[in-house]
């Protein structure tokens, strides 16, 4: 007597193993793969930020097919193949809607490989933390200082050794001695030195209490497009309910200025 | 470089043909005229890039129709054509419309189905290469399409695809052995729930219910398989039995099933044996003479040694026997002799006379049968299938004019003229010797083995099994079976090994196999002797213990020497300077910064400087840097 039909049960089986060898697959599959995310060095609230993507692959031998991470509705990436071993880099762009510090939160490595039926996922919880600057508004404010003035327009009493060459004069001791004319201090007696204009223009301060805007978080979104828009022509500073940042500019200053304003409140 | 859609369309192709070649010879011509348009129509399309669509609706409406007769078709009588049919045009149908995932895995799953419904029909091992194919095939195609269904347009390299498909490779490669392990251990249940759907065979091979010598001039000799039977090779050829007669009317032997009560008490060698039988229409149970046991459910057993299976073998079914192999079996009890000596009606003077010269000259019935065994020995006597002696007196002929017949002709005569002289007789019919497969470890019977014999009861002994054929001139020809095979039926008899291995160990398993199984591994274990079990247990411990410790040492063993000399620089900071906390998370020059040891620092540099511009460091700075570690202890 025979029960129904074997090669039936042969096929069951055989189904019921695939099952089970795709489960196995499927989790060996996103087994240690391990995401890591790079902050870029500035992150405006509401616009996309491109984050380096680190894949690291730990598993010796066994390659890892169609990785997807995805950042809990925030950002996505698939990776169709990440060899045995193999740190792949990657970009995934991540959009912060509020400024302030933050961290990426949970990201999830998912794959629905081998087959389409299920999709596995792993959680990384990510403490990559990043100081979102307040979002840039576009503002008409010269920032509000009464010293304030347009680059360009200021008068030219201010000597500096970066700008124009704007005459020659005797050497008074104080100058420095790269700025002496030596060609032409060799024809004469006297040390003559030359005399350049100043390319930088004066200190912006922001007052953020006199920049237009309805609430704070305008204003901090203004202040924020000034410093983006100024920060590497002219020295800037800030006046924070009183306090005092000493303008001054470069990228450095930027960004010190930038995450005084995320942080605004938050202290 | 192959994108993805093409190679899954090919894939489905493939898996299309693997999964409906072997229905094909099995369906009608309207459903095998669809499937070869479906394919045409499918690798048209391919060659044309996969454009020149179908609708999918109006494939489905067209569908309609065809459902709808089909359905009408089915009946309690005829429940598996419609089925496969259907399985079979719904598969064309979707090999010509659009490959989008859905259909494609449609493709997939309906080819496994078409697969699977041949089993409905045919139950040979050719299921195995097409399931194997399948089951290659499958993977790959179920793994690309994952692929395509991310991303349709993608397109692969060769490395990608090779490490793809080796990864599909590894997943059948997992698959198979646990399919071995599920299909044993899948339940069963004691009444075959499907049985209904297979077709009834029509089988008309098997054990005659008479023997009539005379009837024919010339015996067929078909080569069909009958039984295989899995014993050790016995010496002489083994004789199945499967039935006796005990009734004669003219020359035709029957069975009379009022057979008069008896006891037999076995004698000789015990032989365990496994009888695979064929479908065929004869409920007689085969095994080697004399049984004692047969493991069959539904059995019926008559005090000759008769047994029948109640529930017919429409199928292929494998039973086990116990046999005795002895050639004589007494009676506990006194046979009933006047049964066993009844004659025809009209018995020809000349078999009359040669029954009384052997009943005058023998004085008992063991000295009778010898006299008639010397008769047939010394008669010159021929076996032969041709040239029969044919009408009422087919037996005087044969004895007295050709002298020659085939067993029939000579057990029908014997067991006559025994009758005759006063000793009870009877006729076996069974099966004699078989072609012993050594690979298998089986006798191979075919139908063309049929046999009769003669079964003589002398009294104080009990039956004694007497082969007349075997007094014949040329016998020694016809039985022996030290012929060494060609290669032609060498090749066969491994193929027919393969084959029955596939019937023992798939066709045939059923939920009593399941249990016996189950049983026997608890016996064995109830049975294992105390200090077995507890010298067993030690050893299965220290082996368990030995795989766990393996495991947690494999990173030490199986990792780099970079790897291990940063795993002792570790431990010997971690111990060193405690206050440092965790090392883990710290970076080496943040651990170098930290502690303020020069030799720390010292080792720190050398072996960033190799490692982490990725060259392998060399022994002798191995060397040096474990002397650092060494100092640092």
Redesign the interface.
Known sequence: MNTGNNLLFLVVSALLAFMAATGYAGMLNIKGVIPELLPPDEIFAGTPARFNLLLRNKKRYIPSFLIRLSVAGNGEALLPFVGSAENLASTMTLTFPERGRQTVGRISVSSPFPVNFFTRYWNYSSDTACIVYPRPLPSADNGAGDDAARPGSSTKEIRGLDGELEGIREYSGAEPLRAIHWKLSARGEELLVKEFGSRSAPPLIIKLESLSGTDIEAKLSHAAWLIKQRAMEQPVGLELDGRIILPASGRRHASLLLTELALYGHH | MVTTSRLIAYLSLAISLAGVIPLFVWLETFPRLIVVLGLAVGMLQELRQGRWYVKNWQLNIALVPLFSWYILQYSRSNPIQPVVSVLAIMLAVRLCGEKN?RNLLQINLLA?FC??S???FD?SPS??FW?GLL?LL??AS??V???H???NT?ALQGR?LR??LM??L???L???P??V???PI?P????????F??PPVSGTTGISDKVEPGSTANAAETRTLAFRAELPRQTQPPYWRATVFNRINGNRWSRNPGVPHETIIHSGVPVSQTITVEPSASRLVISLDTAAEISL?RLRVSPDAVFENL?GFS???SYTARSFSGSIRSTSVPIKRGFYLTLPERLSPGIRHLADQISREGRSDAERLERAEQYFLNGGYRYSREGLPTGHDALDQFLFVSKQGHCEFFASSLAILLRAAGVPARLVGGYLGGDYNELGGYYLVSEDRAHVWVEAYVEGKGWIRTDPSRFAVNASTLWSDKKRPGFGARLRLVLDALDYRWTRT???????RQAEQLRSAGTKLQTLEHGIRWRWLLLSGVLLFGLIALFKIRRQWFCSREERLLRRFKRVVKSRYVTLGNVDNLGLFEIAAASGDTRVQQFVERYAAAVYQDKKLGPGEIRQLNRLLDELK
């Not at chain 2, 069963?188 to 049985?195: I, K, S």
């Not at chain 2, 798939?506 to 009593?512: L, P």
């Open positions: 995932t496994l697969l699977a041949t089993s409905l139950l299921f195995l399931l089951l499958l993977p179920l793994v399409l994952t692929f269904a991310q991303n993608l990608e490490k793809i990864a599909a590894l997943i059948v997992v698959t198979l646990a399919m392990v599920l299909f899948l069963r249940t004691a009444f075959p729930l499907w049985h759907l297979n459910p529930r199928r292929r079914t798939v066709v045939t398993y059923d939920f009593e």
